[in-house]
């Protein structure tokens, strides 16, 4: 069986800086990552990032994907990467088992960070089962990583910024969007991103939901309604739409089925979009063992993910006694980084959620 | 209406434009930027320190008009294609408006496209003056537009003149009620809502029950799909809270995997 100091699972924005994090402070990491390449979401992503310079604001995440994993590539000595690994259940004696192609691998260590992500939340509506309904995640996959379009004319569900980043790539990809609809009364992302989405034609229907697929053997259409203040369908506000794609883009779900093996307490705290684990300023759950970051403790945009990865990379490496040089000053800089991204009106939610499941200074 | 359609009010255009004089004076940044979220890219490229500083990541860009050239690179890296290029001294009767554009082919100079206002209405036909492409693969490609002056505040994208694309056949609907019992809820283990809302009726209000008389989340995707839809459809009929419903405990293997390979796992050491 391996042994590591610290086994870092998930290679997206947050694994990658929270190996590289905890590589340069000296601790030996194996970083897993179910996929072929790192990068997680990041590959997929064709836009320019908000946030700062520090966060690689005004890059393209695909190309942050190559910078993290470039970084990580100059100090092979201390960062193992598995790709292609699959973690399929954390033990309570510190064992996590990996799935690696056929084989099952026990990889033991003395620290835990999960930064595992978050699956796509889906929706329920009649004929919801019909081919040609995707998840947002799938069909930039389909565009942006195979180069395959999902299909002709595509009613995107949900206007937060997944909904509106993917039905700008759509539209970039030459597949036309008939409409991005969200039941709430105004648009959840960026204002920016709806801007140019809806400069370019695309009406977007706040108030405005799903309540059925129809096609045969596939999508050939979906039924709008409006919804009144109270979110209920207003009758006779029914409206057909002939498209052969519907993708649903309903908001993220954390992806925390290892934190509940190894036993951390978790609660459902709607701002931060499920079931998300308590824990400490050092992104520290109540299991020892376990430090979390990324989607997982709560759902955000890339860019806090890179924080706090750094920041799990610090302070994990810090409690088995790889202290990073600069330690103090570090800490305070991912705290800051993270203060500031979240302090704007649409960071409210988040901290209001943060607030709920984090103790202590 | 911002919020509700992501059509930018007037009242915030207005605000934003520069002096009557400074106007006449030759091109100037436009930032469409109306929503405080943390990015700030702009105030950290601008050589000439056009667009002051934020005490805070939140705060929204502010241009230095007096400084600023209109010289593009903002344009070009910010993250939400905010910013606009607007020359009002083109000549008497037009201005140009400078937009960047991440579509494929780009018009080349001289093209006569269609140029679109906010809300992505065809408002007149305008002639591409200049495309820089902006090759330095992180950056936006920006094309200026000649258009009539009195639409220089309202020019905000374009497309490129082609035939309509050919609409999907319309289809009649099923007619069924909505969310009928036949609706599916588990796409792996194929269980509809009306088996779901009957274990409920019966008494079984919590995930974990559910799953063991019905085989919802026991598939490929192990409920990461269903287990809120069935939480949501648990809340709705019992008005239990989402913390308050039991899901269950959650054992290893995360994905479904074969006998085989658990024989063929390491052994153990100790």
């Known amino acids: 069986m391996k042994e590591v100091d610290i086994a870092i699972i998930g290679g997206g924005p947050a694994g990658l800086m929270a190996a590289e994090a905890a590589a340069s402070s000296g601790a030996n990491v194996v970083l897993l990552e179910r996929d072929g ?325 | 209406m911002y919020l509700r359609t992501g059509v930018a009010d007037k009242e915030l255009v207005v605000n934003t434009i520069p002096s009557d004089e400074r106007r006449q004076k030759g091109p100037y940044v436009f930032i469409e930027c109306y929503q405080e979220i943390p990015c700030d890219p702009c105030t950290k490229i601008c050589p000439f320190g056009s667009i002051l500083p934020m005490d805070d990541i939140n705060d929204l860009p502010r241009t230095d008009y007096d400084t600023c050239t209109g010289c593009t690179i903002c344009a070009a890296i910010c993250p939400g294609l905010a910013i606009f290029i607007i020359d009002e001294t083109y000549s008497e009767t037009e201005g140009t408006v400078g937009i960047p554009y991440e579509f494929s082919p780009l018009p080349a100079k001289g093209d006569v496209v269609e140029a679109m206002n906010r809300a992505g209405e065809v408002i007149c036909d305008a002639t591409v003056l200049r495309v820089n492409p902006n090759k330095k693969r992180q950056s936006t490609p920006l094309v200026t537009l000649v258009v009539p002056k009195e639409l220089i505040m309202e020019v905000r994208f374009f497309r490129l003149k082609k035939n309509a694309a050919d609409a999907l056949p319309e289809v009649d609907p099923y007619d069924e009620e909505n969310l009928p019992d036949s609706t599916v809820i588990c796409r792996c283990e194929n269980v509809t809502l009306g088996e779901v809302r009957a274990l409920i009726d019966e008494g079984y209000d919590n995930v974990d029950e559910i799953k063991r008389i019905s085989r919802a989340g026991m598939g490929p995707c192990q409920g990461r799909t269903c287990r809120p839809l069935i939480m949501g459809e648990i809340r709705r009929k019992t008005g239990k809270e989402f913390d308050e419903i039991e899901l269950g405990a959650f054992r290893p293997p995360t994905k479904p995997i074969q006998f085989e390979q658990l024989m063929g796992g390491e052994e153990d050491d100790n």
């Not at chain 1, 309904?133 to 595509?154: D, E, S």
């Not at chain 1, 704007?344 to 499941?357: K, R, W």
Request: hydrophobic share 40%; charged share 20%; proline share 3%.
């Open chain 1, 37 to 361: 390449h790192l990068g997680g979401q990041l590959v997929k992503q064709t836009h320019k990032f908000f946030g700062s310079e520090k966060q690689y604001a005004s890059t393209r995440g695909i190309y942050i994907a190559n910078i993290l994993e470039d970084k990580l590539k100059e100090m092979p000595d201390k960062v193992e990467i598995w790709k292609g690994a699959t973690a399929i259940g954390l033990y309570e004696d510190d064992v996590l088992a990996v799935e690696v192609g056929k084989e099952i691998k026990k990889l033991k260590a003395k620290r835990f960070i999960v930064a595992t992500g978050a699956s796509e939340k889906s929706l329920v509506f009649v004929n919801n089962e019909l081919p040609g309904i995707y998840g947002a995640g799938a069909v930039q996959t389909l565009m942006n990583v195979n180069g395959v379009r999902p299909g002709q004319r595509v009613l995107m569900v949900g206007a937060g910024n997944i909904g509106l980043i993917v039905s700008y790539q759509l539209l970039q990809a030459g597949v036309e969007v008939a409409a991005i609809i969200d039941a709430a009364p105004t648009i959840g992302g960026y204002l920016v991103h709806a801007s140019k989405i809806r400069r370019a034609g695309v009406p977007i229907l706040t108030s405005h939901t799903v309540t059925r697929a129809y096609g045969k053997e596939s999508v050939e259409g979906a039924t709008l309604v409006a919804l009144d203040e109270q979110w209920q369908p207003l009758p006779g506000t029914e409206k057909e739409v002939a498209v052969d794609v519907i993708c649903i883009s309903v908001g993220l779900s954390p992806l925390a089925e290892l934190l509940w093996h190894a036993g951390c307490e978790m609660h459902y705290i709607p701002q931060l979009g499920g079931h998300v684990p308590i824990r400490d300023k050092n992104l520290k759950t109540n299991v020892d063992a376990v430090y979390i970051a990324g989607d997982i403790t709560g759902i955000e945009e890339a860019s806090s993910a890179m924080v706090e990865g750094r920041l799990a990379g610090l302070t994990a490496s810090a409690s088995i006694g790889f202290k990073h040089d600069d330690y103090e000053a570090e800490v305070l800089d991912c705290n800051e980084q993270l203060r500031s991204l979240r302090a704007g009106p649409v960071g409210e939610h988040i901290n209001q959620g943060m607030a709920l499941v984090t103790s202590g200074e």
